[in-house]
């Protein structure tokens, strides 16, 4: 019994995003016996003093076991399997992105769009460039971009 109400302490913590609690000391985990500054997080045991991400979850978010309870140690965006920083600015396929955390959600938000040219440059809106369209090449081409980020190109003859 007593195992169970450490498991639904720690499943009430997890639920509430800013408490952070530990679970009872001196637990038996099988034959191994964790201290009180371990941490137990969903039946995964973390040291005191360790950095984790939580396994099925975005290993963006990593986190610092102190005393049997768990700290923010960085959190980003998972973009493509790579991890960007609360707050910093990466551009992909010319598309420049920050990366936000709202309400415990991590997105990365596009600030800025650019047109790519024939040539797979970035270029900005109104600027005349080279671009293919149905497998013709025009020269004199330019791009307007709408809030949304739509692209639409216009070219002019050749």
């Known amino acids: 019994m007593k195992g169970h109400f450490s498991c639904l ?5 997890l639920a509430l995003s800013k408490v952070k609690c530990a679970p009872a000391a001196e637990v038996e985990v099988g034959k191994e016996k964790r201290s ?8 995964h045991r ?4 360790e950095v984790f991400s939580i396994p099925g979850y975005s290993h963006c978010l990593r986190y610092l076991c102190q005393h049997g309870g768990w700290t923010f ?6 973009v493509d399997g790579q991890c960007h920083p609360v707050g910093s600015t990466f551009s992909r396929d010319c598309v420049t992105y ?9 997105q990365a938000k596009s600030i800025e769009t ?8 970035c270029r900005r809106e109104y600027e005349t460039f ?3 369209v149905q497998g013709i090449r025009y020269n004199r081409c330019q791009c307007i971009v709408s809030s949304g980020g739509y692209i639409r ?4 003859r050749q």
Not at 36 to 43: P, Q, R
Not at 114 to 121: F, I, R, V
């Open 153 to 156: 190109y216009s070219c002019g």
């Open 36 to 43: 009180e500054h371990d941490c137990l997080v969903y039946g």
């Open 98 to 106: 920050r990366c936000e955390k709202t309400n415990n959600w991590y």
């Open 46 to 49: 973390f040291r005191h003093g």
């Open 114 to 121: 650019l047109c790519k040219d024939a040539n797979g440059s």
């Open 130 to 132: 080279p671009y293919v």
């Open 9 to 13: 302490i720690l499943l009430l913590c």
């Open 73 to 78: 140690h960085q959190e980003a965006c998972e």
